[in-house]
């Protein structure tokens, strides 16, 4: 097993074949940027002359891209069967696109050979070797990716060892075993390895699909096996179901196997940049996902919040913070005193058990009743002061009407009346908006927020709607819950009522007594 791991990058290539990733050019680069700060070695930029955008992705790389750590790859295929290299227009691609390393893709299983490129034996073997010589000639290293090798070498091993011939003997610099079909286990990739491993001197890449769900582990059994290069996607992003995830391969290759890949410093990078990139391909990363989920080390039963109240680390399998990530406890009808206890902690309340355990016993009631404190983090919050007998004095609402209007010839409007109580001061307001969520939303800031200018940075983010109980149709209670951000912060509040505008009113009202209270802001009287 080597002592240090390449890690090839092909977000930009395989990546983008993910069923609802389309990035832009620009996005792209943006992509290459982060994924060069992380450290990778090789990024594979995309495959020149496939399509405009790669074209004018490798045409702007030169000014737009300036790599500090990484190699720009571009990606093709062999030459054609019965076509010189030189007349090959794909190769010629290849080579005006600039970059100092390309990785070509070969089929090294003979059942392709013969069925989908229509050829020889000889003449898939020799389109490998003529290819790689053509590119050589032109200053250019090669990695070879042999194409469905996993299953070619069960079927016809001969042959998928001579296109690697082949492609060693034309200077090939990785020859890249390549799971196209993503259906081989980790014992059967160990086995394929040590037995390729031990036949060429040129050092091995693998290239795996997680079509089984065994990307991660067929990398990591190849790695034992010898390989020296992996390739993968950051957040698992592929066609199908996906390339090796390298959020979790780098840090189990680093982090547990003690292996180098990445700089040492830059291993904590990983939950930043997954996230960022996520963000930039519209393609949120999955709460559970592991290393870089938001919940990948969240704890919500309370025998395990308990353990880490009193053991760091006691039910994670390492320190967050490796890889950028951090502990998060989450309210429910699970958790424990502890729970409370050490969130309060965090927040600098003064908090006793016996009132720790009334707070349990509520958010117990409350959740059986419908209410979802896990993503409402803001609504817990009030329930810990209103426990510990603090009084909301920001503003008092004493009464509050909406009304639509529906002529038929214009889109329906809304119109809120709030009278609100500030300090000793009474006033009325009326907002519209487009719906009696967002006129309520209007009323209520254009009341508060000469008062409290620090309204002005806040902002709703996400709200969602859940019926709970759909068989009583449309008497069902329906459960809301409002993310909102001042750019600093998140949090999340929530609402439950038969009414889903009552609903949305709670949950949008304790969001702004968040906000205020994150602020740092006392309450004010009205203005004369």
Not at 341 to 349: H, K, M, P, V, Y
Not at 473 to 480: D, L, N, P, W
């Amino acid at each position: 097993m080597p002592n240090q791991v390449e890690i090839y990058d092909t977000t930009l290539r395989d990546g983008t074949q993910t069923a609802g990733l389309s990035p832009t050019v620009g996005e792209k680069l943006r992509v290459a940027r982060l994924l060069d700060r992380l450290g990778v070695h090789f990024i594979e930029g995309g495959w020149p002359g496939a399509n405009p955008k790669d074209d004018e992705f490798f045409a702007r790389v030169g000014a737009e891209l300036d790599l500090e750590t990484a190699t720009l790859v571009a990606f093709g295929s062999t030459r054609r069967p019965g076509t010189k290299p030189e007349d090959d227009e794909q190769l010629r691609h290849l080579v005006d696109a600039g970059t100092d390393v390309v990785c070509i893709v070969g089929k090294s299983w003979l059942r392709h050979v013969t069925h989908a490129l229509r050829t020889s034996s000889d003449e898939g073997i020799a389109m490998v070797g003529d290819s790689i010589q053509y590119l050589r000639s032109h200053d250019r290293r090669v990695f070879f990716d042999a194409e469905h090798f996993f299953d070619g070498y069960r079927d016809e091993p001969a042959f998928a060892l001579a296109v690697l011939e082949a492609a060693a003997d034309a200077g090939a610099e990785r020859l890249v075993l390549c799971d196209t079909n993503g259906g081989s286990l980790p014992v059967g990739a160990e086995e394929v390895v040590t037995a390729v491993a031990d036949r060429f001197a040129v050092p091995l890449g693998v290239h795996f699909h997680n079509d089984s769900g065994c990307a991660v582990a067929n990398s990591l059994a190849a790695v034992t096996a010898g390989v020296f290069q992996v390739q993968g996607c950051v957040n698992g992003y592929g066609e199908r179901t996906g390339n090796a995830d390298l959020c979790s391969l780098i840090p189990n290759l680093s982090l547990k196997m003690g292996l180098q890949t990445l700089p040492a410093a830059n291993v904590e990078l990983l939950y930043s940049v997954a996230h960022e990139i996520a963000e930039i391909m519209n393609s949120p990363i999955d709460p559970r996902h592991p290393y870089v989920g938001s919940a990948a080390f969240a704890h919500k039963a309370g025998l395990h919040t308990s353990g880490l109240a009193r053991l760091e680390g006691a039910y994670e399998h390492l320190p967050p913070a490796l890889v950028g990530n951090s502990p998060k406890l989450l309210f429910s009808e699970l958790m424990g005193r502890s729970t409370v206890l050490s969130a309060a902690e965090d927040r600098g309340w003064d908090l006793d058990a016996e009132t720790a355990q009334v707070v349990v016993d509520r958010v117990k009631e409350l959740e059986h009743a419908g209410y979802q404190f896990e993503a409402a983090d803001g609504s817990f919050e009030l329930l810990v002061r209103d426990a510990m007998g603090w009084e909301q004095r920001f503003f008092t609402v004493l009464s509050r009407s909406v009304t639509l209007h529906d002529d038929g010839e214009m889109e329906p409007t809304a119109l809120a009346t709030l009278r609100i109580r500030l300090g000793d001061e009474e006033l009325e307001v009326s907002r519209s908006g487009d719906g009696p969520v967002h006129a309520l939303d209007q009323a209520l800031r254009a009341a508060l927020e000469p008062v409290y200018p620090q309204l002005k940075e806040m902002h709703l983010t996400d709200y969602k709607v859940r019926v709970l109980d759909s068989a009583d149709g449309t008497a069902a209670r329906v459960r809301v819950l409002i993310e909102t951000s001042d750019g600093k912060r998140d949090w999340g509040t929530v609402g439950i009522h038969h009414n889903v505008i009552e609903a949305s009113w709670e949950a949008m009202r304790d969001g702004i007594v968040v906000g205020l209270l994150n602020a740092g802001v006392e309450p004010q009287e009205a203005p004369q």
